[in-house]
């Protein structure tokens, strides 16, 4: 199995290029080495890799290095390709993936599963397709109050501040509050099973892969990114001061039964967005919906293959 590490120095403040200083001291098998040099180039490293995998039959094993958006993107790379895994070492701010997915910690782990890769597992992809586009998300595909957060905290220099004193997790916090006094709400309609739910005064809606989001808080407890299924979270009807309270209930999952919080189970479900509102998938910018958009939000199964340590 050939080993390639993607790395993105930039992920965490520096953090993943601490961790593969200290990893590599320890790593005794072949490997090859990437690093990221700009937004998207993950993908293409993944891409470039797979297509090598799939031509020989040569299973690769990559791991990316770096926070939430690198993952992201080497996963996008590597959609349906049988003969690449795909492992982690979590090194971002807020490193959601981390949480929700079984992660690579020691070279030894690594080298194990070189070894005997058994313990591998299929794993679902998210779906969110509008007009003709479709794009993917392993942990979170959000449109409302959590993307407009992701956008003024990747726009920040703050960002780097938080992660320079090891407060990244603090990081989507500042920013929730921030945003808070800024953001309008909308309106929606969920179709779901044939059944039509209108929703007004909506700050997010939330499509989850895995349990978390907005590092560290578990907005949807009961999701699991290998039972194809995704589940939908609305908050609405709910003040600024109640909104602030709730999500400081979010960060232990505890905010299930509350009146302001709708949860849906399910393989797919349509959107119609009433009104211009930014998107996120995985906490990277997806858009800016149109004034009355139909948004689908689904799963696609076996789409890739997590490594992980074998017990
Ligand atoms: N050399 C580079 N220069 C600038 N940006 C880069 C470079 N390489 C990758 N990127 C971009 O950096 C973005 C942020 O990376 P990543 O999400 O891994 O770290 P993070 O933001 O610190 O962590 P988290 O998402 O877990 O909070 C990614 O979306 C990626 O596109």
Not at 46 to 53: M, N, Q, S, V, W
Not at 167 to 186: D, S
Not at 197 to 211: G, I, R
Not at 227 to 232: F, K, M, S, V, W
């Amino acid at each position: 199995m050939k080993v390639v590490f993607i790395i993105n120095e930039k992920a965490g403040n520096g953090a993943a290029k601490r961790k593969w200083k200290n990893l590599r001291k320890s790593l005794q098998i072949p490997y090859k080495l990437e690093y990221t040099e700009y937004p998207g180039h993950a993908t293409e490293i993944a891409k470039r890799y797979a297509t090598i995998a799939t031509k020989f039959s040569d299973k690769h094993l990559l791991i990316a290095i770096g926070g939430d958006g690198t993952v992201h993107e080497v996963v996008q790379g590597v959609i349906t390709t049988g003969e690449v895994y795909i492992g982690a070492i979590s090194a971002g701010s807020g490193n959601d993936f981390g949480r929700g997915y079984e992660t690579f910690t020691e070279a030894s782990e690594i080298v194990r599963f070189t070894q005997q890769h058994s313990n591998a597992k299929v794993m679902d992809i998210g779906v969110l397709q509008k007009n003709d586009e479709t794009l993917y998300y392993i942990n979170n595909a959000g449109i409302g109050f959590d993307a407009y957060i992701s956008k003024i905290s990747n726009e920040s220099k703050l960002k780097r501040y938080f992660n320079f004193f090891r407060l990244g997790k603090l990081t989507y916090v500042f920013f929730l509050l921030k945003a808070l006094n800024r953001f309008k709400t909308f309106s929606i309609k969920v179709i779901h099973n044939g059944e039509e739910q209108v929703y007004d005064n909506v700050w997010l809606v939330v499509a989850s892969n895995q349990p978390y989001f907005g590092g560290g808080m578990k907005i949807s407890p009961s999701s699991n990114p290998s039972d194809h299924n995704i589940e939908l979270t609305i908050i609405y009807n709910i003040s600024r001061l109640k909104l602030l309270l709730l999500f400081s209930t979010v960060f232990f999952g505890k905010h299930t039964g509350i009146k302001a919080v709708q949860q849906y189970s399910g393989e797919a479900f349509e959107v119609d967005i009433h009104g211009e509102v930014i998107g996120h998938t995985d906490g990277e910018f997806a858009g800016i919906t149109e004034k009355n958009q139909r948004i689908h939000f689904g799963v696609m199964h076996h789409a890739w293959h997590l490594a992980r340590k074998t017990s």
